[in-house]
């Protein structure tokens, strides 16, 4: 029986060729030829006003909390269905998270209820685009502009995902929010094992962003020759990646159209091939809002409850299939729940329950895609 | 002229075979096959009672600060000539930094001079074993065990160094505090271009570290099977590096013995050419003192003050040899100089003028060498 895997990551066959290139160059550490190149095919690409490569989607968010100077007692608003990172890199300068609830259709932050969350401390928004699909940016950024609120666009999952504003103005994720964070872990579409990168949209942002970038120093303003010394002048870590990792980078970048056009075919086959489910109403398929798009990062079915997710789990994995749940609700995790403050998240929780991820990569070929899609409809015709 | 530079990265021609393994092994996120390699190493070669991989030494310092749970107005004691990591990694904790002095005749910290800095407030002793060389831990470890401090190496550059302590047992540096950090950023003996390792020596440390290690999840213990679920159980960060890095580091570290022997080669032939001008009085040399040991790390001098030090510096650029200075005193940061309490460090500021480190990397030839070796005969010559 053929064994389906969740994930695989895809390789484009120059990452090897460009590595060694890096060690030709006799440069490996950080902000060497590669990033730079990652940074340039970001910037002129999307849009994105300042681009700085880090080890990691986590370390881009505690750049952006570091940037927004939060204080102790300084709230941020956030999706209880989420990765960790998004709100531990808050909770790591002092900010207390306000969680907020999901949409019912959505597992992303529902807009309508965040208003009642802000209060005179509250420091930023952080928003999620879950699947790689957008929240509705326009309500967002209406109301940080209103209470003066800084936008963070977690984008873990986002590369190459638009949002449509009200103007009918299509623009790239990472692009909206004054900061936004990418991801390249190999569970992604674009991969460097590990790794992220910070966008800096507010150009008020882009001096410190540097210096926090290295490691507290003006080392960057230094080797532009605007000061002729440098040392430590703000706090800081040390976030560049090594420029093997962006060499690896660079090589799945430039086969990003390829790689997009490809899991788009999967994510269609997948829609289609489980819509007669959905009209059957035994699972929920995943909803793409007007303002949004598609980036094919994942696919997800909804189940009815947590019984019936964890009999399909078991049933598929009985047929040598690896589907998986995802977040479980971080204000009912033992690290936050006594620090929450007792509000019901009953969306959050119930995509907690019934979310299930079916396996999703480049290679993965129709006709795996089709033993997946039978299984589950096996699943349910056994009902 | 040949042209000299300061470091030039060695490759030991087998880390794209090993990069390339991990590709063909689909797990190029953190802790795959040559994390676990790298951690097996280092604890078999040297004992290190858990190790970690960090995507820097930085971050490996981070998780010591988050590991001894410091709060706002705790204090660390550490030298002021160091990495601004060393101090930036406590500080982002809320820590008061303290700084020490040097010794009179070694840039690391003067053991003497540590017990008046000691208060009800202070938490953590941080040693810098500078160019590998060790600090008098017997000393350091006395001062923790009496105050109930922790004690954390910052072994960046202390690869393959040792001390002999009180008893004549010579333990590893990296072995003897609670905690220590370690680097293989490009200008170390062994590289992975940005990299870093945590060293947990105190076991109680040890369940803690992972969860960090692990963004604040118990991950590591699920994949065990210890739990039967994972989720937010601690603050954290992304601090694991890909395993891309890690297969570059695990082909360093196979010719760790052949790197030593060549640098401690290169060591002695400046110490034994330079030897008739610091008998003349014109620099001091490098001083090992008898509990330590010589990693070959780096090769200084010390000039009689900035004026020469900076004569010395464009008289050897104008030889196309580039030998650079080094720490400049974070006591007088512009970051930490009004946080500092206006203690005078004279010996600090005394290796901040005058210190300055000559070309040295593995491929440095005897002829190179003689070529800097003359050049700096031939600047004393002519004063």
Not at 36 to 49: A, I, N, V
Request: charge should be negative; charged fraction near 25%.
């Amino acid at each position: 029986m053929t064994n389906i895997g969740f994930n695989k990551p895809y390789f484009s066959g120059s990452e090897i060729m460009y590595i060694q290139d890096a060690v030709a160059q006799k440069h490996i550490s950080g902000n060497g030829k590669y990033t730079k190149l990652c940074h340039s095919f970001f910037e002129k690409r999307y849009g994105f006003r300042k681009c700085l490569l880090t080890t990691s989607c986590t370390d881009a968010l505690e750049m952006a909390a570091i940037l927004l100077d939060l204080k102790e007692g300084d709230e941020v608003i956030l999706p209880s269905f989420t990765f960790v990172s998004t709100a531990n890199a808050f909770v790591l300068r002092g900010a207390k998270i306000i969680f907020s609830d999901s949409r019912t259709n959505h597992p992303a932050i529902d807009e309508e209820k965040i208003a009642s969350l802000i209060t005179p401390n509250t420091k930023a928004i952080v928003v999620v685009h879950y699947a790689g699909v957008a929240c509705n940016m326009d309500k967002i950024m209406e109301l940080a502009t209103e209470h003066n609120l800084f936008v963070i666009e977690d984008a873990a999952q986002a590369i190459d995902s638009f949002y449509t504003n009200n103007e009918g103005i299509k623009k790239p994720l990472g692009s909206v929010g004054h900061l936004a964070a990418f991801s390249f872990h190999e569970t992604k579409n674009i991969i460097s094992g590990e790794g992220g990168m910070l966008v800096i949209n507010d150009p008020k942002f882009i001096d410190r962003a540097e210096i926090i970038w290295e490691k507290g120093t003006n080392r960057s303003a230094f080797f532009r020759g605007e000061v002729d010394k440098y040392g430590w002048v703000d706090i800081g870590s040390s976030f560049l990646p090594s420029d093997i990792i962006a060499a690896f980078l660079y090589a799945q970048l430039e086969r990003l159209d390829y790689i997009q056009t490809r899991r788009k075919e999967i994510w269609e086959n997948y829609f289609l091939g489980l819509l007669p489910l959905a009209e059957r109403g035994v699972i929920q398929l995943p909803q793409i809002p007007e303002y949004a798009c598609n980036n094919a990062h994942m696919f997800y079915i909804i189940c009815k409850d947590i019984d019936k997710r964890t009999e399909l789990v078991d049933f598929l994995k009985s047929q040598n299939i690896n589907a998986v749940f995802h977040y479980q609700s971080l204000h009912k995790s033992k690290f936050y729940e006594e620090k929450h403050d007792n509000r019901k998240l009953p969306n959050c929780d119930f995509f907690s329950d019934t979310l299930l991820r079916l396996p999703f990569y480049f290679e993965l070929s129709v006709e795996e895609q089709d033993i997946v899609i039978n299984a589950i409809k096996e699943f349910f015709n056994q009902q």
